[in-house]
């Protein structure tokens, strides 16, 4: 018996949609129609995490491309769901009773490691302060299978004081449902979009003036969509970009990336920036002190001297002043690169303020393949006061700097301790 039409959703090409009852299962639909040899209208979806049963072709024929080999499959329409609004969802997880899954996550683990399940001491009073929505400061509605604002107005009202607000993992793709949202939430500085696939097209674009915090790892966006949203964040702070495939940094009008006045940590973790002229782009931006770079691709890292500057300003930034590369830098991330060579490590003594690095999963820093240990970096690094995630205190710094200006002045280097330290003498290009 086939579903009447009145019952039956509407789904378009391109729309984000959930498998019903489980609104992590998150996918895009590709076709919408009959399917040869199957009655009725089917709807082809290619799912976000690849586990589907085709590439779109069944019995032959084709009816969309897929990402990969398996990672579509057609579905009846009353399977998915096409998603509820912000308010819906803000009513559901705050409003709503607690369910018995999310009672069974509640739980610590035992020495056996066997789950036990705990109560949460005040729970009644705390979800009757929750349920209050006029009074919420923050709200997360992750997966919940949001794809709409809702009635504008409607979020105002009832939200009018949220400051942070997590949307990840929900149908979100159109920016203009990002400015609707934002244009009704006056006070709200933190907003999270990751794991929601945003449409290149920047239609709408969204007034974010008040965000000073946004994250968007895992949606899909290019440098070139960055530089255009940028005209609307004017007071940002923290850009999370992770996840994006990113290669390039490609700035609007110049070499160097501009504007961004106030931005004090750019997060570009787990991107695939391969060379470090590309990361030379962002040396301009004055505010900048953190700077996330780990499990991307870079082979090298060095810090540019002026005639490299002017070489690579030239012809452009012309009615712009130009400043010292990364001169307010104080975090640099890099680990899980491919880093192999020592100079690469010198030059970071070249950063005028920079005392926080991260080198591990690097060669260069990986003793196991043929790097140079912790002592040594630390004695190198003469500014550094966290490395790797640990403070490097006084005590160690003076011990690590004891123990390398002793291994280097061994007269014998060359021969007593060549052995035991031919993966050093690799890395310090000594012999």
Same mark, same amino acid.
């Given at each position: 018996m086939? @579903? *009447?039409?009145e019952s039956r959703p509407d789904f378009r090409i391109g729309q984000r949609v959930h498998s019903s009852g489980d609104p992590r299962r998150i996918g895009t639909v590709r076709y919408v129609g009959p399917v040869q040899g199957y009655s009725g209208t089917w709807v082809g979806v290619d799912w976000d995490n690849g586990e589907g049963k085709h590439d779109g072709t069944i019995n032959g024929v084709q009816y969309f491309q897929a990402r990969s080999e398996r990672s579509g499959s057609f579905v009846r329409s009353q399977n998915l769901s096409s998603g509820i609004s912000l308010l819906q969802a803000l009513q559901l997880r705050y409003q709503g009773d607690t369910t018995k899954e999310e009672e069974d996550e509640m739980y610590v683990l035992s020495a056996s490691n066997k789950r036990v399940n705990v109560q949460?001491?005040?729970?009644d009073k705390i979800q009757d302060k929750l349920s209050r929505l006029e009074e919420l400061t923050s709200a *997360?509605?992750?997966y919940l299978g949001v794809s709409s604002p809702g009635v504008p107005c409607d979020i105002s009202t009832n939200v009018p004081n949220l400051k942070e607000l997590d949307l990840t993992g929900n149908l979100i793709s159109e920016w203009k449902d990002v400015s609707t949202i934002c244009e009704q939430l006056a006070d709200l500085f !933190?907003?999270?979009?990751?794991?929601?696939?945003? !449409?290149?097209?920047?239609v709408g674009l969204p007034h974010l003036k008040c965000i000073r915090i946004l994250v968007l790892n895992n949606i899909g966006i290019n440098w070139t969509q960055v530089e255009i949203l940028k005209q609307s964040l004017p007071e940002i702070e923290e850009l999370h970009l992770m996840g994006n495939k990113i290669s390039t940094i490609e700035p609007a009008s110049s070499f160097a990336v501009q504007g961004f006045d106030y931005l004090r940590l750019l997060n570009l973790e787990d991107n695939c920036i391969a060379d470090w002229n590309e990361i030379l782009k962002l040396s301009q931006l004055r505010s900048l002190e953190q700077l996330h770079l780990s499990n991307n691709s870079l082979i090298?890292?060095?810090?540019?001297?002026d005639g490299m500057m002017r070489e690579l300003l030239n012809g452009y930034d012309s009615c712009e @002043?130009?400043?010292?590369?990364?001169?307010?830098?104080?975090?640099?991330?890099?680990?899980g690169n491919n880093i192999e060579d020592l100079a690469s490590i010198d030059s970071l003594n070249s950063f005028p303020q920079l005392v926080d690095i991260r080198l591990s999963e690097n060669p260069v820093a990986d003793p196991a393949q043929g790097g140079i240990p912790r002592f040594v970096l630390v004695a190198r690094l003469a500014k550094v006061e966290m490395l790797n995630g640990s403070e490097v205190s006084s005590r160690e710094r003076k011990e690590s700097e004891i123990r390398y200006a002793s291994f280097l002045s061994c007269s014998s280097f060359s021969l007593v301790y060549h052995h035991k330290c031919t993966l050093l003498c690799r890395a310090f290009r000594f012999l």
């Open positions: 086939q @579903e *009447s039409s949460l001491v005040g729970k *997360s509605v992750s !933190a907003l999270n979009l990751s794991y929601n696939l945003m !449409a290149h097209d920047m090298r890292v060095f810090y540019p001297d @002043e130009s400043h010292k590369p990364f001169q307010n830098l104080r975090c640099l991330l890099l680990g």
